[in-house]
């Protein structure tokens, strides 16, 4: 995948700015707080998912003003070309005849909500809030699985929005139960689309893992050059879905008491254990960067196996934060791929092949 050409309009703190990307490495540097992620942010929109820094669409948009454009070029390693064109409206954007949210048109043909994206440009984005992949709440780490799935299977969205769907509901009943007449029927109803759902979920996340987590442990090898071990792995919450409809039936007095569902996809973990510890609780600083170091270039092994299709490496502000030997590492096993990353320090960037460009003040101009 190569993204060509990117620009965007009333997009955070950046009027208007426009570049094309080298084929292999680009660096936008600048000072703290110019745009740089925001830049970053933008491209990583074109993959349909939602911003990496979390936080609502109409915060997108320049502040005071009703909506905001990205337009992109990228060519897919099949060798086709797409238009992106995306619009996402804020405050007042109504007025303005652009609809709340992320919408999108490819190569000219409105596709409705920007989720209908996925599948067709595919990026990784690593930045510093991922450390909390391995030190965070469960609830981020099923985010990355989740997302992952969105990206690389278009049809996980819907399976997804129906468990959530339900899940909602059957909380809402549950948060209430006294009220409702027939509740036990209720609940039934709920038990069986969450099990539905829940069951297909369980069985993407499976396979899907199986397959991250050997690529994420043999790079935490490379990247420790052997000295320690890292294992993901993952609990799913049942079997699949018969199972996991039982598993939930004999819960519900549980889920009476505690006035919400207590078992099911949305509870599940990822474990990570470095030298046989628990990583979030025992690991290092640099051995928690680099498992989640080796699951993002896991995640970037994966869509190539899946797709036929090298993603775009979408780096934030990691160099800095990384030593010299695995700089090296990275800087070395994203060679194949177009990379775009962003940095401070552009002193540190004048011998490398790549280009580099500048931001300020939300102003974007080529320095090498
Ligand atoms: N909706 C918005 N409208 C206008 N400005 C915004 C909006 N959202 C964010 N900003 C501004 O964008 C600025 C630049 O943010 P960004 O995170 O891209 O900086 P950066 O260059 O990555 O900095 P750092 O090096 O510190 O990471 C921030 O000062 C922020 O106030
Ligand atoms: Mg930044």
Redesign the pocket.
């Known amino acids: 995948m190569i993204l060509k050409e990117h620009a965007v309009r009333d997009?955070?703190?950046?009027e208007a700015a426009s570049f094309r990307p080298g084929p292999q490495l680009t660096v936008i540097c600048?000072?703290?707080?110019?745009?740089?992620?925001?830049?970053?942010?933008s491209i990583w929109l074109l993959s349909g998912a939602k911003s990496f820094?979390g936080g609502k669409d109409a915060?997108?948009?320049?502040?005071?003003?009703p909506f905001a454009v990205v337009e992109s070029r990228a060519l897919s390693d099949g060798g086709e070309e797409k238009a992106y064109r995306l619009v996402i409206g804020?405050e007042g954007c109504a007025e303005a005849g652009v609809r709340p949210g992320r919408s999108a048109q490819l190569d000219g043909v409105d596709l409705g909500r920007a989720t209908n994206l996925a599948g067709n440009f595919y990026a990784v984005v690593f930045a510093p809030t991922h450390l909390s992949l391995v030190k965070g709440s469960p609830e981020g780490r099923r985010r990355f699985v989740d997302a992952a799935l969105c990206q690389l299977y278009p049809g996980y969205i819907a399976v997804y929005r129906r468990y959530i769907r339900a899940l909602a509901q059957k909380n809402a009943l549950l948060r209430d139960a006294r009220r409702f007449e027939g509740l036990e029927e209720l609940l039934d109803t709920f038990d069986a689309a969450l099990a539905e759902a829940g069951g297909e979920m369980i069985r993407r996340r499976r396979d899907y893992l199986e397959s991250l987590f050997a690529i994420a442990s043999e790079t935490y090898d490379s990247l420790s050059a052997g000295s320690e071990n890292c294992s993901f792995f993952y609990e799913p919450s049942a079997a699949d879905g018969g199972d996991l409809l039982q598993r939930i039936r004999a819960a519900r007095p549980a889920d009476l008491r505690a006035g919400c569902c207590t078992v099911g996809p949305h509870r599940e973990d990822v474990g990570i254990r470095i030298g046989g510890e628990d990583a979030r609780a025992f690991g290092s600083q640099g051995q928690q960067r680099s498992a989640a170091l080796s699951l993002k270039l896991a995640e970037a092994r994966q869509i190539a196996l899946v797709t036929g299709s090298e993603p775009v490496m979408l780096l934030?502000?990691v160099l800095s934060e990384l030593d010299g030997a695995r700089r090296e590492f990275l800087l070395g096993r994203i060679e194949g791929r177009q990379v775009l990353l962003?940095s401070?320090d552009a002193a540190a960037f004048h011998d490398t092949p790549g280009a580099i460009w500048e931001?300020e003040g939300?102003r974007l101009r080529q320095v090498q």
């Open positions: 997009y955070r703190n950046i600048g000072k703290n707080g110019q745009g740089k992620t925001n830049l970053l942010e820094r915060q997108l948009v320049r502040r005071g003003l804020g934030d502000d962003t401070c931001m939300g």
